[in-house]
């Protein structure tokens, strides 16, 4: 940024008019942020692309059955492990009217079925509530637990109708539960970072400013543009922008507090320190925002959505850290970093600090720190062996058990399949007994049925899947039964259904890590190459933040199997990862990590040009090192909050990019990247011209200490 236009930015009036500015937008923002929960879409089936095998079969499924149709299972088990009496068992089949009567069931409510053992029955009933109807599965549990009590019988909703008021029960409050959590981490680091009661308070308000706005466009584009959104990215929406805002703010604090030893009037001290914090906020931004756009290459609607939210909040968030933010800090004054307040010609306490000695130590061996510390990050990459990617069966997604879980393991318990789980297989009318036939010894499913006439010359065959729905020999029965139907010469058989919906979730996300992955590293090495003219410092940058990659993978696997599995009551899905853990973990770590090296090369950079590489090293490692390694705390402990929710793939996931972020921080970027600086030279930055020469320039005296009155 022109730091004439810096500091018109900040300038004595016009610091009014953005703050103004602002206020007026949050005002407006801010009852539609309130709404974004209103226009989530958790419905496994909406996240998968079009040409996917379940979404075909949805269609061709349209006259058979309505795709807002909420199948639900009703799971009675006896409290004596004895049999059901005949008594209870009249109760049950006396509940089938009344659960018919529901508001919203389609059909009629069926069951009573019996477990061989005789000790669990089950009834299936179906909803439908529109397209949102998924929202209200919460209110009818409650009704269904009501109406089904018996004495001596647990009663459990499972099914998709479960799991899908468990899913919501997971996610409620997911808004409140996660901005509270991340605020108070992100206060705590904070008020350790500054040592200062009030200066916590701007970052924080500027992250929430931050926050409302972004929450208001993704809502307008969720209701009217189509935008996939879940509760999985508005938490991870939440959780970005805080961490981002409070980065940034971290970075331009630093600088402004430099430039306030300098310079005498605070508004030109702002100036200069938004004229050369500024760039490399907009370049750490740009390269966040542009590997988050990569995810619409995702075959996943879900991935694919994820990626134009999370880019609108950074990009958002960094038009508040260079407008809402300076002009807080200049309109409140130096007092504001009391008790210590950084007054005109007082000393740099960085150039004697921690991170001074970290480099004085680097520097007599760079070659030796570097080749040890890449043998050390790589032998953690060892740890992603026992990464099994194969996805959460419907029982692992859970740090806890929810009823569905519970009920499902009761039906697999006592031999019963959840008949409200059905391999649903459209196919040619006049080869439907073809099709039937195929299926003829095909394990894992049970006895199929034609019994639906057949429409426009397509007919239905149905057949219960056997165990979990999403569990992984679920997904081996639905590649088997894809085999069996597809040998059927002419009967453009499609396999749908809950079952094959997992399946084709998970096929599409493997997809995605292969092709995704390429893009991003592709995009964010041109950034680099663009932001520091150079070849070989982004070829070596991108080199180390994958390295940091792979081990925060590598350790965070070993982590979950040997640790959180016995931390979590129900901590067996922490041996198993989603199909998309491994692209989560690398877009948020290359994307953010990227971050942390960009603020150090750019400050380099700009030392190179009257220091030298050597010497700019130290110096940039010396200006930086306070504020990014307090900048990772706050981005780490931020992405760990993510374990606050009971749901595995997230904690997975913010466990492993906190892991990252935290590797990143105080051993890739602190000791590897300076290491390799020192050790290359002016080599670092071919081919440009820069540092061509032997040249080294002292640094100018410091300025006399002066204490003045604040301006």
Request: some cysteine.
């Amino acid at each position: 940024m022109h730091r004439r236009i810096a500091g018109r930015l900040t300038g004595r009036r016009t610091k009014w008019l953005v703050l103004a500015g602002w206020i007026v937008v949050l005002v407006m923002a801010a009852p539609f942020a309130g709404k974004l929960t209103d226009v989530q879409n958790n419905e496994t089936s909406s996240w998968l692309p079009g040409d996917a095998e379940s979404t075909r079969a949805l269609e061709e499924l349209a006259p058979f059955q309505d795709s807002d149709d909420i199948p639900t299972a009703l799971v009675y088990e006896s409290d004596t492990d004895e049999p059901l009496t005949a008594a209870q068992l009249g109760e049950i089949s006396a509940q089938l009217p009344e659960l018919s009567a529901l508001d919203g069931v389609v059909g009629e409510a069926r069951g009573p079925l019996v477990s061989s053992d005789g000790v669990v029955a089950q009834s299936v009933v179906t909803f439908n509530f529109g397209a949102d109807g998924w929202n209200q599965m919460p209110s009818t549990a409650d009704d269904l637990r009501d109406l089904t009590r018996i004495d001596g019988v647990s009663t459990y909703v499972a099914g998709a109708g479960g799991q899908a008021a468990d899913a919501s029960e997971a996610f409620a409050g997911i808004d409140g539960t996660l901005l509270f959590a991340t605020l108070g981490v992100v206060v705590l680091i904070l008020l350790f970072t500054y040592r200062s009661p009030v200066l916590w308070l701007l970052p924080i308000i500027s992250s929430l400013v931050a926050l409302t706005a972004t929450q208001a466009i993704v809502y307008f584009l969720a209701k009217y543009a189509g935008l996939t959104v879940n509760g999985q990215s508005q938490g991870i929406l939440t959780v970005l922008v805080i961490g981002a805002g409070t980065d940034y703010a971290l970075l331009l604090v630093a600088r402004y507090r430099e430039e306030l030893r300098r310079h005498d009037d605070r508004h030109e001290a702002m100036a200069f320190a938004l004229h050369r914090a500024a760039p490399a906020i907009l370049a750490s931004a740009a390269t966040v925002a542009l590997g988050m756009l990569c995810l619409l290459f995702a075959e996943m609607n879900s991935t694919a959505g994820l990626g134009p939210v999370l880019a609108i909040g950074v990009v958002v968030t960094f038009v508040v850290m260079v407008t809402l933010l300076p002009a807080l800090l200049v309109v409140v004054g130096r007092w504001v970093f009391w008790p210590r307040r950084p007054t005109f010609g007082s000393d740099e306490p960085t150039t004697h600090g921690l991170w001074a000695r970290v480099g004085n130590a680097i520097s007599p061996r760079p070659r030796r720190v570097w080749v040890v510390t890449s043998l050390l990050l790589a032998a953690a990459c060892l740890g992603t062996l026992k990464l099994d990617t194969g996805g959460l069966s419907t029982e692992q997604q859970y740090t806890r058990e929810f009823e569905s879980v519970t009920g499902q393991r009761v039906l697999e318990d006592h031999g019963l399949a959840d008949t409200s789980n059905q391999l649903l297989i459209v196919a040619n009318a006049d080869r439907v007994d073809a099709v039937v036939a195929s299926l003829d010894g095909v394990a894992g499913i049970g006895t199929p049925s034609a019994d639906a006439p057949p429409v426009d010359g397509v007919a239905l065959v149905q057949a219960p899947v056997d165990g979990d729905p999403a569990g992984q020999a679920a997904m081996a029965t639905v590649e088997r039964v894809r085999d069996a139907v597809h040998s059927v010469d002419e009967a453009d058989a499609l396999v749908g259904g809950g079952s094959a919906i997992f399946y084709d979730v998970q096929e599409a996300s493997a997809r995605d890590n292969l092709v995704i992955i390429p893009v991003i590293l592709l995009v964010v090495m041109l950034i680099l190459m663009v932001l520091l003219r150079a070849v070989l410092a982004p070829l070596l940058l991108m080199g180390t933040v994958v390295l940091s990659f792979g081990a925060a993978l590598g350790i965070s696997t070993l982590l979950f199997h040997g640790v959180f599995t016995r931390l979590f009551s129900s901590g067996e899905g922490f041996r198993h990862a989603d199909a998309s853990f491994p692209l989560f973990v690398f877009v948020f770590l290359v994307a953010l990590g990227i971050d942390y090296n960009i603020f150090l090369m750019t400050r380099v950079r700009e030392e190179t040009e009257t220091r030298g590489t050597r010497e700019g090293s130290l110096v940039a490692l010396r200006a930086t090192g306070g504020v990014i390694t307090s900048a990772g705390l706050v981005l780490a402990a931020t992405f760990a909050v993510l374990g606050s929710l009971p749901l595995v793939f997230l904690a997975e996931l913010g466990t492993a990019v906190a892991l990252g972020v935290v590797l990143d921080t105080m051993v890739v970027r602190s000791v590897l990247v300076t290491a390799l600086n020192l050790d290359l030279g002016g080599r670092i930055w071919w081919p440009s011209r820069l540092d061509r020469g032997a040249h080294r320039v002292e640094a100018p005296a410091a300025e006399p200490r002066r204490e003045t009155v604040d301006r």
